[in-house]
């Protein structure tokens, strides 16, 4: 609405070698849809499906998600709309996301999760119940699942491994979005795909294995924050640098780059 839109990200990614992007939808508010009710994140799938057709008509894949970030719960809590009322809004959200995969309209659940910083025991534990109930959502429509989450290593692994188990959710449903360098030894190890963050993919990432592993820039196309977390087209950038160092190999760059975008992504391959 504000940023550069997919329709030029995805022309300047594409002059770079980009093939696939996936956009992810902010919280109503950011794009100026300020009443919290299920209709405004109705504009926002309308809105992402149209720049999701945009890049798709230039000639890349696209996945397009939705979910409820945990900063979403921390927000609504500020504005006042709490507990039973809040709960009852965004299960109807969740609803709108089963409906709006039914129709072809969106591909897959996310972000949705816990919150990385200090916030309140109450919205830690609405936002870990919504968090299962897209597992179940996701597990019932047999898409993937974005997941923004604390790095805590082995304990935010164990918890998320613990819960899908519980649930019968395949872990190649599962995506550990913006994973560390600590959680990702861990990620690898319970074989869940993650991205990796490319303003920290080095050498030190790589020794964590790449078997699951996506890159991501997390770009937010925010003009009020330029460039956080990083641009798409930093991808290319990063990968071609590491690839001269012989830090990296062609086949481990395939396997992040297609391979694995393939595989949990469920798009087709460039």
Known sequence: ???LGAERVAKKFKRLGGWFIAIVALPPYYYGFEEIIVESYMRVVELISREATRARELGLEVARFMGIHPAEIDEYYRRGVRGERLYSILSGVLKLVESAIRNGLIDGIGEVGRQHYTTSPERFVLSEILMREAMILARDLRVP??????QGGFITVLSIKTLIDSLGVSSRQV????????TSSW????KFPFTAPVKYFNEEY???GVEYCMLESDFLDDPMRPGVSAYPW??????????????MSEEQAYRILVDNVVKYMNVKPP
């Open 1 to 3: 609405m504000r940023g």
């Open 145 to 150: 699942l974005q997941l923004h989450l604390e």
């Open 175 to 182: 995506i550990l979005h913006h994973t560390n360098t600590e």
């Open 187 to 190: 990620v690898s190890n319970y």
């Open 206 to 208: 790589l020794k964590s």
């Open 234 to 247: 930093d991808i290319p950038v990063v990968i071609r640098n590491l690839l001269m160092k012989g830090i």
